[in-house]
C-alpha cells in the first residue's frame, strides 16, 4: 500500500552539503549558541524507511553514515528484530543514512560548520521497514506500543482517494492519541503529487514542506478530505524527505528540555506531544509572501512558516501560564467580548497546557489577558498565537475550538481562526499596538449525555496553546577601533540586516554584509570603516 518517494542522489547530495547551512536557518545554531547540552538526549525516536525501489530491501541507516553507536540502533522487518548492522533483514538505504544524518547525526564534512544533524544525541532509533511499521503498529486493532516519543516519516503513500486518505488518517491519529506519538511526516514532493499526501494528512501530526532560496518544494494544501490545512511548517531542504527529519529533530531537542525543566516544573505538560506541535509552529518565521485567512490558519504552501528552534524554544522556557478568567457563553454563538478580570499573564512569550469544557447550552472561553508593552507607547507589537489539540482516538470529528485576539480597551475583535476543520488555530497580526489585549481559546458547546452535538465529540478538550507578542529589536552600533560594530538581539530571530547608501529613494540590500556572529545573546557584525554614506536597518521576514 506504502508508495515510496524516491531519493535521487542529487538531492541526497545536496542534503549532505546544505546541512551546516541549514541549521543555521532554523535556528539550531543560535540555540546551541545561547543554551548547553540541548541534543535529544534521553529521547526515543523511530525511522520507518520504505525500500528505495519496489521489492528491494533498502531501508536500513548504516551507522556509520550519521557516526551514531551501532548499539542504540534496533532493525526491524517482517524477517524480525536485529541490533546489530549489517542484518538479514535489509539493506544499506542511502536516503535512510541522509534522514538519519539530518535527523539524528553527528557526521561533519570538512566544509561543515556544525554537526549535520539537530538531535545528536538521541538514546534509540528504532529503524523499521515502512510496510511492517504500518501493519503492525498503525493499522492493528490494538495499536501496540513501539515505544518512540518522536517517528519521523520520510515517505509517503501518494496521491489517494479522499477515502482512502480518511482511513489512513484515522489509524495514524488513533494511535497517535493512544501512545502520545508525534509523527512528522513529510507533506510530499510535487512530482509525486500535487496536494499534500497521507500520512501527512493526518491530524495529530506535523506536516512538513520544503522551503530553499524563497521557494517552496512540497505539495500543497488543502487535503482532499475536507480542506485542511497542511503542511503544519517548513524547513530547509530541496524535498520533504529531508527537510522532515529536521523538524523531527526539533521537536525531539523540545522535548528533552521540557523534562530537564526548561519550560518549568510541569515537565508532563510541556513534554506532550500538543505542547511541542504548538511551540514549533509558533516559532516559525514566516516567508514574505505567506498568508492565511480567518477559515484557513495555516499558509497552503508554507503551514506556519519555516522552522525556527530558537524561537520556539525560548517560548518553551518563557513558561507556562494558565488562564485568569473562564466565562460561559449563553446562547450557543453568542458574543464573547473581554471580562471584567483585572490579572495579566506576566510574561509575553509562553505556552499553556490545558483544558476547556463547554455546556450543554453554552459555549466556554478560557481568557488569557497581556499587557504588551515595552514603556514606550508608540511601539509596535508582533502577535503570534497558536493552538493544538488532537483528534480524539475512534473519533472522525474533532472539537470545535476557535482563537480570538480582543482588544481590552474598546472590545473590538482584533483578530481570530475559526476553522471549522482544523484542529490547529493560528493567528499572526504585525503592527500590534501597545495596549492590553484578551486572548481567548473558545469551545463550541452542546454536549450532554455522552450525544454530541454539531462541532463537538466532548464535553472537555485538552489542549496546547503558545504565544509571542515581541516588538521589533532595534540596532545599536557601536565603534570598535577603527570599525563599526552593529548588534541586535538573538531573539526572536528571522530579522536581517540591510543597507542602503541613502533615505530618499533607498534601495536596501544585504550585498556586502557577513553572517552575524553570536555572543552573549546578540547577533553581531563588524564592519570595516569606509568613507561612504551607509544607513542600516533589521528587516523581516529574512527568507
Known sequence: MIKTVLAVLLAAIFASVAAASSLDEVGVTALRAVTTNLNGEGIVVGQPESSETTNDLTWEVNPTSPDRAASIFTYTSFG??????????????????????????????????????????????????????????????????????????????????ASDQEQVDSQYDNYSDQNQTLFVSAADNPGNSPTVSAPGTSYNCISVGAYYEFNYYNSIGPTVDNGRCKPDITAIAWETSFSTPLVAGAAAVLMQAALRGDGGSNTNSAFDMRTIKALLLNGAVKPANWTNSTASPLDARYGAGVLNLLNSYEQLAGGKYGFIATSSVSPMGSAHPPTGATGSIPILSGWDFNTNSSGLTSDQVNHYYFNVTNNNSSAEFTAIATLVWNRQQNQSDINHLSLFLYNCANSNLVLCSTSLVDNVQHIYMPQLASGRYDLQVWKAGGFAGGVPGIGIVSAAETYALAWEFTSSPSLAITLSGTNALITWPLYPAGFLVETTTNLISPIWSTNGISAPAIANGQNSLLLNSTNDVQFFRLSYPNL
Open 80 to 161: 524480525g528484530t536485529a541490533n546489530i548492522f549489517p542484518n538479514d533483514l535489509g539493506q544499506e538505504s542511502s536516503h535512510a543514512d541522509v534522514v538519519g544524518q539530518l535527523f539524528y547525526g553527528t557526521y561533519s564534512a570538512p566544509d561543515y560548520g556544525s554537526p549535520a544533524g539537530v538531535a545528536t544525541n538521541v538514546a534509540r532509533v528504532d529503524n523499521s521497514e515502512a510496510d511492517f511499521y504500518y501493519s503492525n503498529y498503525i493499522a492493528s486493532a490494538s495499536l501496540p506500543n513501539a515505544g518512540d516519543a518522536v517517528v519521523n516519516q520520510s515517505f509517503t503513500f501518494g496521491a489517494l482517494s
